[in-house]
């Protein structure tokens, strides 16, 4: 396919070069009627080579696909690191250090199911001790995410 476009490439050139070299008149004329001849035939001499069979259009390999895919799963990966980067900023806004976040993914559509925040091991410092800091934390995380996040205080 390369070579194809490639002998497609450069009797579009040297048409183009014998243009700018060739003075007006008929030679020029006759000159680039015979260029777009043959450029017709470049452009139709896959099909007469190939006589009926099929003609692989594809551009692209499957590798690069899989590439592509695994390029997807890179950004997906970074965007819930910064998710999860801003999250931990927000209790620390807070004044609640220690905190587990915990973000679930689903697999297919790598779209975020759950975001968990996990106290058990957390210290609040401050003077936020003494407010309902799972209330606030949830309020301001639905205002700056727009996710549904689900803050749980386990007591061990």
Known sequence: MKAYLLEIVVVI????VSS???SEGRLKFFIKSIYSIVLVLVIISPIVKNKGEKVDFNLFSENEIVYDQNFLEYVDNKKIES???KIEEILLDFGVKNGQVIIEKDIKTNEIKKIVIDLKNAVIENDNKHINIVKEIKDK???ETL?????????G
């Open 20 to 22: 700018l070299i060739l």
């Open 141 to 143: 995380l639905k205002k």
């Open 83 to 85: 998710l999860k980067d």
């Open 147 to 155: 996710i549904e996040v689900d803050v749980k205080i386990n007591e």
């Open 13 to 16: 050139f040297i048409t183009c």
